[in-house]
């Protein structure tokens, strides 16, 4: 039972465009969503995240958008930059666990 | 101001004998997960401790796998008997007493190869 998807396995950008990467959820328990970034060997690194209230969060260059009547999230990333290439899970939080997409590779090109 | 601590950072086993990982979470923090990530895979949730209390193991394999966060000292997961299927990066989250944004702190992870 995958609750939260990535359908997308990678993502080409052209360095200063946007980077959009998008997740979708089946779990209406869920009362927050984040995005973690993680490079090879490494561990997850948070990003941003928001509140199942909410449909907008920004943090600089990073907004998460939330769109509950189509249980679809978003991480707008602008203007993209190489040192963002890596892979973005997103997941849901539920009563403490977070339940994690299968993730996008993300490859910003000078 | 340390992260969050996982040793060791790669342990082989061989089939059958055990294996044990362990997790220092970050200062002030009393909440811990442990997440596994099987190759071309995301993170499954596995369990959620407290300091001496099991919070939600519903992750958890039924047999050879088991948890525990001490009074004192780090958290540990027991793989007992590891077969092939246990080789993955197992990783650890720490989040403090009274957190707003559901926001966990991960280690490093542990890379468990199984001969």
């Known amino acids: 039972d995958q609750q939260v998807k990535q359908n997308s396995p990678s993502l080409s950008v052209q360095e200063g465009r946007i980077s959009i990467l998008n997740c979708d959820y089946t779990?209406?328990?869920?009362?927050?969503f984040l995005w973690y970034k993680k490079y090879p060997a490494e561990g997850p690194t948070f990003l941003i995240s928001?509140?199942?209230?909410?449909d907008k969060n920004e943090d600089g260059r990073f907004t998460v958008f939330l769109n509950k009547s189509a249980k679809h999230l978003s991480l707008h990333i602008v203007p993209s930059q190489p040192g963002d290439s890596a892979v973005y899970f997103c997941?849901?939080?539920?009563?403490?666990?977070?339940?994690f997409g299968q993730g996008t590779e993300l490859s910003v090109k000078p | 101001n340390a992260g969050v601590m996982q040793n060791p950072r790669h342990l082989v086993r061989r089939r059958g004998q055990e294996a044990r990982l362990r997790c220092s979470p970050m200062?002030?923090?009393?909440?811990v997960y442990w997440y596994r990530q099987l190759p071309e895979e995301g993170l499954k949730f596995m369990v959620y401790?407290?300091?001496?209390?099991?919070?939600?193991e519903s992750g958890m394999p039924k047999e050879r796998f088991s948890a525990e966060f001490p009074k004192e000292g780090p958290s540990i997961l027991r793989i007992q008997q590891v077969v092939r299927g246990d080789s993955a990066a197992y990783f650890c989250?720490?989040?403090?007493?009274?957190?707003?944004?559901?926001?966990?702190?991960f280690g490093p992870g542990t890379r468990l190869t199984v001969l």
């Open positions: 928001i509140s199942s209230i909410k």
């Open positions: 997941a849901g939080a539920s009563r403490g666990k977070l339940i």
């Open positions: 401790l407290q300091k001496e209390n099991i919070i939600d």
């Open positions: 989250a720490s989040s403090p007493e009274r957190y707003v944004r559901n926001e966990q702190f």
């Open positions: 779990n209406s328990m869920f009362d927050y």
């Open positions: 200062k002030g923090h009393s909440h």
